[in-house]
């Protein structure tokens, strides 16, 4: 009998840090080429995350050599995905980045339920696409509005519920990593975060992190 000794591959999610849009520059996609067979194919995620396989027993070498030039590599499966950010505006300190990136480092790869999509935007034109994520982070002047429970895909696809208006940074941490650690404990398996909201009551969650 024939034994397959075929190593076995884990899949990465990967992009350049959170910043305003999805930017890779030359040296760090030579890196990732690196890593890459001939034939292999790069996917482009709706997330601003690019998904490659490698072999299991290079995984953490990976990891090390993308992170020395600026790459940030994610878990994929039941985890907080990185913060997806505005694509077009380029108003660093005004329009919160340092706050977003802050927030990335809090909540991403976290292990929950089911896959859960965080989104943020500078601004109210909301090109970062908060309302129709799981949770969704809006700046307005000079606080930041939360929701939760947006979804984009479906014909029951929907905007998300403002649950709280013009925090301060730290209450924003507070109130989206709360959140969060409700879902991992109270969420069923592979309950995708909108369901978790209709059967958990936003109501309970209101109170939870109040």
């Known amino acids: ?12 999610a990967v992009n350049g840090g959170i910043s305003f ?5 030359a040296k760090q996609l030579t890196v990732i080429a690196e890593y890459m067979n001939d034939g292999d194919e790069l996917e482009l995620t709706t997330f601003q995350q690019l998904y490659i396989e490698v072999l299991e027993t290079k995984v953490e070498l990976v990891k090390e ?8 590599c994610y878990p994929v499966g039941n985890y907080v995905k990185s913060l997806r950010t505005c694509n077009f505006c380029k108003g660093e300190e005004e329009e919160g980045m340092p706050v977003a990136i802050e927030l990335n480092k809090r909540i991403a790869r976290k292990e929950v339920p089911f896959t859960l999509r965080p989104a943020y935007t500078g ?11 799981d949770i969704g982070v809006m700046k307005v002047r000079d606080g930041y509005d939360l929701y939760i429970g947006g979804k984009a895909k479906g014909k029951d696809a929907k905007t998300g519920t403002l649950l709280m208006e013009q925090l301060t940074p730290e209450q924003l941490y507070d109130a989206v990593e709360k959140i969060i650690t409700i879902y991992a404990e109270q969420g069923k398996k ?7 909201i209709n059967r958990y009551g936003l109501e309970n ?6």
Do not use: Q
């Open 1 to 12: 009998m024939s034994v397959d000794h075929k190593e076995k591959k884990v899949k990465l």
């Open 21 to 25: 849009g999805a930017k890779l520059n």
């Open 65 to 72: 050599k993308f992170k020395e030039v600026g790459l940030s």
């Open 123 to 133: 601004c109210p034109v909301g090109c970062g696409e908060p309302l129709v994520n």
């Open 190 to 196: 592979r309950e995708p975060f909108f369901k978790f």
């Open 205 to 210: 969650i209101k109170e939870s992190i109040a």
